[in-house]
Each structure stands twice: as structure tokens, then as C-alpha cells.
């Protein structure tokens, strides 16, 4: 070099390699081991530090990279979560629009009528309602004279009501037999569970019930067979009315039906039951509309609409959607 006699104050001379350096860098892209230790050589640093310290940056860029490679997984998976949650969302308004309206139904309070009164599931509800905890069922033997059978609406007899307001709760599948056993103005004895006394009567579960005048027994059993869903075929939409001569209640004192002066049957869901507590009395003018059966015994009818001296029950049960 031409110039190379030329002197370089000490002043810039820090500045000078270090410019140097960054323009040697740039223009070499990568260096050999060897030259790394040869270098490290020259500052006097032993090869196995140069060894170790390029092992121990190579580590550190392989797990930065697995880091980034993570959160991108993670930025992914939250979209994917985030869309699959909104479709999750429309998916449940959109099937919970569609049990509120099924709900609302005549046929769904129909159906629901004959859960609670055990006839979907060959038993009656377990019992969870807040009065029943102070009361205990109690196993009783009772006497009475039949008053009349108790239908359900599909024209099965279920029940007795007897001449001192009991109400006796039977298998609807054992119907036939039960109307072979005892009739309007026999004497009976029963044996069962009592259930929660109320101002309308006290429903009694029978476990048998035997014809005082025959001495004839017969025991509650269970269904041999699985019970069927209702086919709506064999029901009629029967409207009736009357005076209510007796109020209906379940095991668990709750108001699920009454008997009116020309001997209809109306059943009701328990859900109207709180609000009937309180208006039901004997000598009511009651007017109903729903499923029903007709046969020699009497009409029964499962009311989707109720009127009580003039006045409007809703039997629609109250639905909260999204609360």
C-alpha cells in the first residue's frame, strides 16, 4: 500500500478496528471452528472454551426457535378455540330456541304431565320438593269406600278417589285388574305410603289394596314391559267443564287434577300447582281443553289451557334461557 507508512493517532485507533471488524463481518457470512480457536488463540483463550461457548449459543438459538414455533401454536390454537367457542354459542341459542318453543307445546306438557306422574318411568319422581323434607312416608294401612276410578288420559285407571277424600295411587298397567277388584261402593283396606297431607286430600301409594266384601288382595307390581311413549293418535282434543267437586293432589301434596260434577277428570301439570294452592276451592267453575279419552267410566283430560271462575292459569312451565 502506497500509504502505508501513514500514522493513525491512538485516538481513533478503537474506532478504526472496530469499523474494520463490522466490514470483515459483512462480508464473511460464517467462520470454521478451527478458525474460531485460531482466533481465540490469539487472545490467549483455550480451544474448549471456543468449543463450549459455540455449543451453548447454538443450544439458545435452537430454543428460541421452539419457543416461537410454541406461540404461534398457541396464537393458532386460540383462534381455532375462539371460533369454535362462537360456533358453540350459536349452536346451543339455537337448539335452546328450539327446546323453549318444544316446551311450550301441548304435546311436551303433555308428555311432561305423565313423567311426573310416574307413568313414563314405571315410578314416581324422587322426591325433592322443599316441603317433603320435614316429612317422612310412612307405611299405613287404611280403610274407605271406593267413591269412583281416577283415569289418566289415556283411559287407564290409575286410582281410587274413596268416600273420605284418600286418594289411591295404583300402577295404570294394572288398570283392568284393579277395576276387576273393587267397584264404585265397595269397602276396601289399603296398604302403602302415605304421602304430604294437604287442605285438598292426601294421595296414598298402594302397595295392595283388598275388597273388604271378597277378601280378594291384589298387589302392586312392577311393569313387565317398558313403557311406551304416548302416541298422540289415540288421544282427542276434548274440551270440558264443570264444578269442582274435588281437588287432585300427587304423593308430594302438590294440586295436579280435579274431579268435576258431571265426573270428568281433569289432569293438570305440576308446575300450575303453586298457583292453584292458592285459588282451588271446592265448588270452582272450571273449564278446560286438551288430550283426553272417553270410555264407559268417565272422560279424562291432560288440560294445555285452564280456566277457574273465568280467570286464565298458565300451564306453560317458565323457562330461563341463558341464566
Excluded at 146 to 160: M, R
Excluded at 177 to 191: E, N, W, Y
Excluded at 240 to 267: M, P
Amino acid at each position: 500500500m502506497n500509504n502505508s507508512k501513514l500514522r493513525i493517532s491512538k485516538d481513533i485507533a478503537a474506532d478504526v478496528f472496530a469499523l474494520a471488524a463490522q466490514s470483515h463481518t459483512q462480508q464473511t457470512q460464517d467462520y470454521s471452528l478451527e478458525e474460531m480457536i485460531q482466533a481465540g488463540g490469539e487472545v490467549e483463550i483455550p480451544p474448549e472454551f471456543i468449543v463450549r461457548a459455540v455449543q451453548q449459543i447454538k443450544a439458545n438459538q435452537i430454543q428460541a426457535r421452539e419457543r416461537q414455533q410454541k406461540l404461534k401454536l398457541i396464537l393458532i390454537s386460540g383462534s381455532v378455540g375462539a371460533a369454535l367457542m362462537l360456533l358453540g354459542v350459536l349452536v346451543y341459542n339455537m337448539i335452546a330456541g328450539q327446546f323453549t318453543h318444544a316446551r311450550r307445546s301441548p304435546e311436551h306438557r303433555f308428555h311432561a304431565a305423565r313423567f311426573w306422574r310416574g307413568e313414563d318411568q314405571n315410578q314416581l319422581p324422587p322426591d325433592h320438593f322443599r316441603h317433603m323434607r320435614h316429612h317422612r312416608q310412612h307405611t299405613i294401612n287404611v280403610a274407605g269406600e271406593v267413591q269412583q276410578y281416577l283415569f289418566n288420559p289415556e283411559g287407564k285407571a290409575d286410582g281410587l278417589l274413596l268416600n273420605n277424600g284418600l286418594q289411591v295411587k295404583f300402577p295404570p298397567f294394572m288398570g283392568d285388574s284393579l277395576m276387576a277388584t273393587v267397584s264404585p261402593g265397595t269397602q276396601i283396606t289399603i296398604l302403602g305410603t302415605s304421602g304430604f297431607p294437604s287442605r285438598f286430600g292426601q294421595e296414598i301409594r298402594a302397595r295392595s289394596i283388598t275388597n273388604a266384601q271378597t277378601g280378594q288382595t291384589l298387589m302392586s307390581q312392577t311393569s313387565p314391559i317398558l313403557p311406551q311413549p304416548p302416541n298422540y293418535g289415540n288421544y282427542s282434543n276434548v274440551s270440558v267443564e264443570g264444578t269442582a267437586q274435588h281437588w287432585l293432589v300427587g304423593h308430594r301434596g302438590n294440586v295436579n287434577g280435579v274431579v268435576l260434577s258431571n265426573g270428568a277428570v281433569v289432569r293438570f301439570p305440576p308446575h300450575a300447582s303453586q298457583q292453584l294452592q292458592s285459588i282451588a276451592n271446592v265448588g270452582d267453575k272450571v273449564k278446560a281443553e286438551g288430550f283426553g279419552t272417553r270410555n264407559d267410566s268417565g272422560q279424562t283430560v291432560e288440560a294445555t289451557t285452564l280456566t277457574i271462575n273465568g280467570q286464565s292459569v298458565p300451564l306453560e312451565p317458565q323457562v330461563f334461557v341463558g341464566q
